[in-house]
């Protein structure tokens, strides 16, 4: 996986105030998350992770940001952004270690041209993103599911998705990730409710 590097400043000042005059000066605060250990707070360029996140085409692409220091290797753990324009307001990293696995949600992304789809179904997407464990290095841009053999109906389970060597998906129980929708899929649903959850009902 490609590595970009960002540069950050360090910033004392806290508070809405003092977040609201660093945005005006073209940067957006930001804390580094290191393990137990008190975040360090940060002054980032918005426009230079964007762009930098853009070109990887992975949310959770490697970052090696520059401050004070040193370096820390880290990835993205939350961006909050204005609601109306989508502007970066504030972001979190996360630092990690090279030879330790992580937990990041990847997302899904169907493949293919499924058979019920040429029969005029849609994909249904149920499950956007899903929680995986790995070595930073080998972190997903998304994870594929070939719906190709996908008819009306049919669902692709957490279980069955095939998923990169390294990645191991974290899940409780298995759970439906995505389905070809129609009306012969629309019927099944409901005839799988009656089925399971009138008896669950009666317990």
Same mark, same amino acid.
């Given at each position: 996986?490609?590595?970009?590097?960002? @540069?950050?400043?360090?910033?004392?000042?806290?508070?809405?105030?003092?977040?609201? =005059?660093?945005?005006?000066? #073209? =940067?957006?605060?930001?804390?580094? *998350?290191?393990?137990?250990?008190?975040?360090?707070?940060?002054?980032?360029?918005?426009?230079?992770? !964007?762009? $930098?996140? @853009?070109?990887? #085409?992975?949310?959770?692409?490697?970052?090696?940001? !520059?401050? &004070?220091?040193?370096?820390?290797? /880290?990835?993205? $753990?939350?961006?909050?952004? %204005?609601?109306?324009?989508?502007?970066?307001? %504030? +972001?979190?990293? *996360?630092? +990690?270690?090279?030879? $330790?696995? +992580?937990?990041?949600?990847? @997302?899904? !992304?169907? &493949?293919? @041209?499924?058979?019920? +789809?040429?029969?005029?179904?849609?994909?249904?997407?149920?499950?956007?993103?899903? =929680?995986?464990? /790995?070595?930073?290095? =080998?972190?997903?841009?998304?994870?594929?599911?070939?719906?190709?053999?996908?008819?009306?109906? %049919?669902?692709?389970?957490?279980?069955?998705?095939?998923?990169?060597?390294?990645?191991?998906?974290?899940?409780?129980?298995?759970?439906? &990730?995505?389905?070809?929708? #129609?009306?012969? *899929?629309?019927?099944? &649903?409901?005839?799988? !409710?009656?089925?399971?959850?009138?008896?669950?009902?009666?317990?």
């Amino acid at each position: 996986m490609e590595t970009i590097s960002l @540069r950050a400043e360090p910033r004392t000042s806290v508070g809405k105030g003092a977040a609201r =005059k660093l945005r005006q000066t #073209g =940067k957006a605060p930001a804390l580094l *998350y290191r393990g137990g250990n008190k975040p360090t707070m940060l002054a980032i360029d918005p426009v230079e992770l !964007e762009v $930098k996140l @853009r070109r990887t #085409g992975n949310r959770n692409a490697l970052l090696r940001v !520059e401050t &004070v220091g040193g370096e820390r290797l /880290c990835i993205v $753990k939350a961006i909050q952004r %204005h609601p109306l324009t989508r502007r970066l307001l %504030h +972001v979190d990293f *996360y630092e +990690v270690q090279e030879d $330790k696995p +992580v937990e990041v949600m990847i @997302r899904v !992304e169907a &493949v293919g @041209r499924s058979i019920g +789809v040429k029969k005029g179904g849609q994909i249904r997407i149920l499950r956007p993103w899903l =929680k995986a464990r /790995c070595i930073p290095s =080998k972190i997903p841009a998304a994870i594929a599911i070939d719906v190709t053999d996908l008819d009306i109906g %049919h669902m692709a389970r957490v279980d069955q998705v095939a998923v990169p060597d390294g990645v191991e998906l974290v899940f409780d129980s298995p759970f439906n &990730v995505l389905a070809i929708g #129609g009306r012969a *899929y629309e019927e099944e &649903v409901v005839q799988e !409710e009656t089925e399971t959850v009138l008896p669950a009902m009666q317990d």
